[in-house]
């Protein structure tokens, strides 16, 4: 479908998703929307489908967007501060981390997602050097994904967590270190060939 729909298609479909999968679901914890029952509370797109549109978006941004690489950081910085903002107010007002507003489809985190992505492809379409780098990254990125966890696990196990060192200097450090690990086991991975073919 992706691959055969004209952009006012396209077009259709991310407004469609992006109201039903991503303003929706986070609208419906708030009043006047908390009030809605009966088929009104079945108009929201279940995560798992709502998923499919960064897809969709994404293929949208990549064919059809001009590069302004100020606009994407524009919505990486709308993203970033109402992602801070919301879940510092929640959390101040119900007196523990309020998790909402940054989960992966909330407004916001879909503004910061853009963002990357349309910041990330500009380089891309540049030919600027740190294309190759990203371009590298972005083959790898599906099998982080699948291992990335398995890291967590073993840095939970031998005690490597967040609280070793103050949050600020630990999660970075941590994200670092899983994400080297991570994109390592890819490197071994793409030498296997039928592992290389259907995981990375």
Do not use: D
């Not at 101040?92 to 309020?98: D, H, K, R």
């Not at 997602?113 to 990330?120: K, P, Q």
Request: charged share 10%.
């Amino acid at each position: 479908m992706i691959k055969n729909a004209t952009r006012r298609e396209l077009q259709y479909l991310i407004i469609l998703w992006f109201i039903l999968g991503i303003l929706y679901p986070t609208a419906k914890h708030f009043w006047p929307f908390t009030l809605l029952s009966g088929i009104p509370s079945q108009w929201l797109m279940n995560m798992t489908y709502a998923s499919i549109g960064y897809g969709v978006l994404g293929q949208y941004l990549q064919k059809y967007t001009i590069c302004k690489k100020e606009i994407y950081l524009l919505l990486l910085g709308i993203g970033f501060a109402g992602v801070f903002a919301g879940t510092w107010i929640m959390s101040v007002e119900q007196g523990s981390l309020y998790e909402l507003f940054f989960e992966g489809m909330s407004p916001f985190v879909a503004l910061m997602a853009a963002g990357i992505f349309g910041f990330v492809t500009c380089f891309a379409k540049q030919g600027l050097k740190a294309g190759s780098f990203i371009t590298r990254i972005s083959n790898a990125s599906f099998c982080i994904y699948l291992v990335h966890i398995f890291f967590i696990y073993i840095f939970n196990a031998i005690g490597l967590t967040v609280r070793i060192l103050p949050s600020l200097v630990s999660i970075p450090v941590l994200a670092g270190i899983n994400f080297l690990c991570s994109y390592i086991v890819y490197l071994l991975i793409s030498r296997i060939p039928v592992a290389k073919k259907y995981l990375v």
